[in-house]
């Protein structure tokens, strides 16, 4: 599939690719990536995007899905959330508009839970604005900003003062919310797959909205059923096994394309097994997608290996997902000396780890990658 993006806008979107290669050491994955760094983006479905392109865009923004699309990204993801009124719109939590909205700037503030408090001796600055206290028209009033809070401010327009690291996020200036049927329309539109993810709500806003966790679960297929698309575009995901075993017994339809986000690596005591990811497969699973360090390990040579996770996985027919590439948090904690080792943790999430897909908060990236490995 080709995209509709301007060779200039590929070409500016490849140029953080092209330094991480730039900083590769010399050898076999430095020339293969070198010898087609300069070809235009083509779409895949190994590159999926995380919340958009919030390495450079407001997250869940149309600005930043735009981006996405335009990076390659087979798949576009938007997380899930639940306003006043019951509408779907994408947020990656119920309650983080103070720091991804301006509504901390409008008369919305008065809505928040916690309105601003300034820093003081012995505690930060801090505030709490939820989706879920306001409505979806109010919602989208609002502007869409960089993930960047200062913790130590005196005012609010010194807790929400830009500090992007790429730049790009300025030249938004606002940028534009969604509800999750935007979301779909937008994205099917430009012929992208949807991996929509449903985020945790407390279970006050539920009951108040008289709705079981089983029953906001449902809000979100029945938006696609809705819109009439095809179930096979469509690969819902969760951290919560209530939901997961909800869509799989529920939506036979869907139930092929639901991932599990594994989350249980970051319980020091747990332990993979096979029989663990038999059973789940045996469950009607097919899609696991835990973090990056639960897939790869460092042998004594330093070289990137798989872990008995990775291997189970495989092995019981499991597809693997992963996340997060280009993220601004550590992804890569551990296996990571330089900016250009995140290359070196991609090829070894396709090659050894034999991932189906990566997350990216930079498409293009993985899309580079695998463009150049024909993935």
Not at 47 to 72: D, F, K, N, V
Not at 197 to 202: A, P
Not at 233 to 260: E, I, T
Not at 287 to 296: G, H, S, T, V
């Amino acid at each position: 599939m080709a995209l509709t993006a301007q060779a200039s806008a590929s070409s500016d979107y490849s140029n953080r690719f092209n330094a991480l290669v730039d900083g590769l050491p010399s050898g076999i994955l430095k020339n293969r990536l070198s010898v087609c760094s300069s070809e235009p983006l083509r779409v895949s479905e190994f590159s999926i995007s995380h919340r958009g392109a919030p390495l450079g865009y407001p997250e869940h923004t149309q600005e930043g899905y735009l981006a996405a699309i335009e990076m390659g990204a087979g798949s576009i993801e938007c997380d899930v959330v639940l306003t006043k009124d019951r509408q779907l719109v994408c947020r990656h939590s119920q309650c983080d508009l103070h720091r991804t909205t301006n509504i901390l700037q409008t008369g919305l503030a008065e809505s928040c839970v916690e309105p601003f408090e300034p820093w003081k001796l012995g505690s930060q600055a801090s505030a709490k604005c939820c989706a879920s206290d306001i409505t979806l028209s109010e919602f989208k009033s609002l502007c869409g900003r960089a993930d960047n809070i200062d913790l130590k401010a005196g005012s609010i327009d010194e807790y929400l003062k830009d500090r992007s690291t790429m730049g790009t996020i300025n030249q938004v200036g606002c940028g534009t919310l969604l509800s999750h049927q935007e979301s779909i329309s937008l994205i099917g539109k430009h012929g992208r797959k949807y991996i929509p993810e449903l985020k945790k709500m407390d279970a006050v806003s539920l009951r108040t909205m008289n709705l079981s966790l089983e029953g906001y679960a449902d809000l979100l297929l029945e938006e696609y059923r809705k819109l009439e698309v095809e179930p096979s575009k469509v690969f819902p995901q969760s951290f919560d096994r209530r939901v997961v075993d909800h869509w799989l017994a529920r939506y036979p339809d869907y139930a092929s394309n639901v991932v599990y986000l594994d989350g249980r690596g970051r319980n020091p005591l747990f332990l993979p097994s096979r029989r663990d990811m038999d059973k789940l497969f045996k469950q009607g699973l097919r899609y696991i997608a835990p973090p990056i360090p639960m897939l790869l390990k460092q042998d004594d040579e330093g070289n990137l290996r798989e872990t008995a996770y990775a291997r189970y996985a495989n092995q019981s027919g499991l597809k693997l997902i992963t996340w997060t590439m280009e993220s601004r948090l550590s992804d890569i904690a551990g296996f990571s000396t330089q900016e250009s080792d995140r290359l070196r943790v991609l090829d070894a999430l396709a090659q050894r780890a034999k991932v189906f897909g990566v997350f990216s908060d930079w498409p293009a990236t993985v899309t580079r990658y695998a463009n150049c490995m024909g993935l």
